[in-house]
């Protein structure tokens, strides 16, 4: 694929790739010499490496550890039919989400390109799978699950101030996009701000989390155990509803896979990103145990089941007069988790526009702080649009098992490129057994929803399926007026917000 270099004056083969024309590219790269410090000038306009060790763990950490665990943990509850059971799943899907996240390590070690799961599948098998999984997270996944997390901020750091009620729909919505705002600025501004911001809140939720178990153990040292007198009876055991126990428990742990999104900007990521990894899963997983125990020693299975928070229920009963914190805690957790999202998730759009899947406009980088603006803005935008659509919380339903499958694609890649480029440097090479063993599971519950949930898996199927002929017609065989709009657009944007397309090399 043609890559845009600023040296360069190009002819677009695709209708997303752009020209850059020699005269306006030299003033762009004047207005770069003068902006920039002669270290700077000597490596290009790139993205910078700025996110340690420590940044990449409080990264996975903030992103996994969202409203999940604070709102809706009885979905595994429900499906489960026991205690018991609920906690063996718990341990199974960090397990399972440990076992994926080394086999990204690989990946990601192997490809060092932000991206992500967009990556991988375009490496192993070819530029449609990807432009499909890209086409998915654009017009849902990544957006819808981003408005959802502002939507879910807003309901419960309203929640004080409506104790007795819900607080109004256009409060909550123009809270939410007041919060996705300040984010995208700060994600514009300073990635050093927002590794910061991930830090303090990660911290923070962390906390809440231990209040919680704090709470629990104490009450267990008192002598109430009546709730685990019989923890298996009533456990489901349908393969159905198995699969569903798992998904509940995998949404929880979705996140894990982010920092593979951000993988030209970590420090040294051959070693960091399997550090990272190997840290946070196993910590995310004791969180999530810990905190159920704590659930289910204070709360029956009733409460659990009819709370729409679990942690605001809990801290009623618990906390007394301080039962506010826990509205504050997923107050706080939502925005450092959607703090990471927004960070994570619009390098994968910065990606799929450098190689060509979406407007060039969208991979130029910002000359002065060296983020990707255009596609900072294009994702708030797309974000803000959601919050003002009714069945917001619906579309998240009809790609559940989207995730999954996609997921087991990259996976299926990792195999793929073990026995097309045997050769090939790997830095971190996994188990064979693994992959495989991740590959049976994730098939297993691909088949299992498609017999328990049909209509979500036929939507699912669907939105797919539809970012075919998007592909052959704006991508493959793009129309010319097309090209036109897109150039325009990247013209303007490469102006108004000061930015070039990336100078460094990518194969």
Not at 279 to 304: C, Q, R
Not at 355 to 369: D, R
Not at 420 to 449: D, G, H, M, W
Request: glycine share 8%; aromatic share 12%; proline share 5%.
């Amino acid at each position: 694929m043609t890559r845009i270099q600023a040296s360069d004056t190009l002819i677009p083969r695709q209708v997303f790739e752009v020209p850059i024309e020699a005269g306006s590219d030299q003033k762009a790269r004047d207005r770069s010499n003068s902006a920039t410090d002669t270290s700077s000038q000597s490596s290009g306009v790139k993205l910078k490496k700025q996110i340690g060790l420590l940044d990449g763990v409080a990264i996975i950490v903030g992103v996994i550890v969202g409203a999940g665990i604070f709102v809706s943990p009885k979905g595994v509850l429900m499906f489960s039919g026991s205690i018991g059971q609920s906690l063996i799943v718990w341990v199974l899907c960090g397990v399972l989400s440990m076992v994926g996240a080394l086999c990204y390590a690989e990946l990601g070690t192997m490809i060092p390109k932000s991206g992500g799961d967009y990556a991988y599948i375009g490496t192993a098998f070819g530029p449609l799978p990807a432009f499909l999984y890209l086409w998915v997270a654009l017009l849902i996944l990544v957006p819808t699950g981003n408005a959802i997390t502002a939507l879910t901020f807003a309901q419960y750091l309203l929640k004080p101030f409506w104790p007795s009620c819900e607080a109004p729909i256009e409060a909550v919505q123009l809270l939410a996009a007041a919060m996705i705002c300040v984010l995208t600025v700060i994600n514009c501004y300073n990635v050093k701000w927002v590794t910061r911001v991930t830090d303090i809140f990660t911290g923070t939720k962390v906390v809440a989390l231990m209040v919680i178990v704090g709470a629990g153990v104490w009450y267990l040292a008192g002598g109430n155990t009546d709730y685990w007198d019989q923890p298996f009876s009533g456990g489901h055991k349908e393969p159905g509803y198995i699969a569903l126990a798992f998904y509940s428990g995998l949404f929880s742990y979705s996140g894990w896979n982010y920092l593979n999104f951000v993988t030209e900007e970590l420090k040294d990521p051959y070693r960091n990103l399997p550090r990272a990894i190997c840290i946070s899963m196993p910590v995310v997983t004791i969180i999530y145990m810990v905190t159920n125990v704590a659930y289910f020693s204070v709360l029956s299975t009733d409460e659990i089941l009819t709370s729409d928070a679990v942690a605001v229920t809990f801290g009623d009963k618990m906390l007394g007069f301080l039962s506010w914190i826990m509205p504050f805690a997923v107050a706080c957790s939502t925005f450092g988790s959607l703090n990471g999202a927004i960070f994570a998730s619009s390098r994968l759009f910065f990606v799929g526009a450098r190689n060509g899947h979406l407007p060039a406009a969208i991979s130029l980088i910002n000359i002065n702080c060296l983020t990707p603006v255009p596609s900072l803005i294009f994702l708030c935008l797309i974000t803000l649009m959601l919050l003002f659509i009714k069945d917001t919380y619906v579309l998240i339903n009809y790609v559940s098992y989207v995730e999954a499958l996609f997921t087991l694609v990259s996976v299926s890649g990792l195999l793929w490129l073990r026995y097309k480029q045997p050769k090939t440097e790997r830095p971190i090479r996994v188990n064979l057994s693994l992959p495989i063993i991740y590959l049976i599971v994730c098939l297993f519950l691909v088949i299992a929803s498609c017999t328990q949930s049909p209509t979500e898996v036929g939507v699912g199927t669907v939105i797919i399926l539809s970012g075919i002929p998007v592909y052959y017609l704006t991508i493959h065989n793009p129309v010319q007026w097309l090209a036109d709009t897109s150039q325009t657009i990247n013209m303007w944007c490469s102006k108004f917000f000061i930015c070039m397309p990336n100078q460094d090399k990518f194969d």
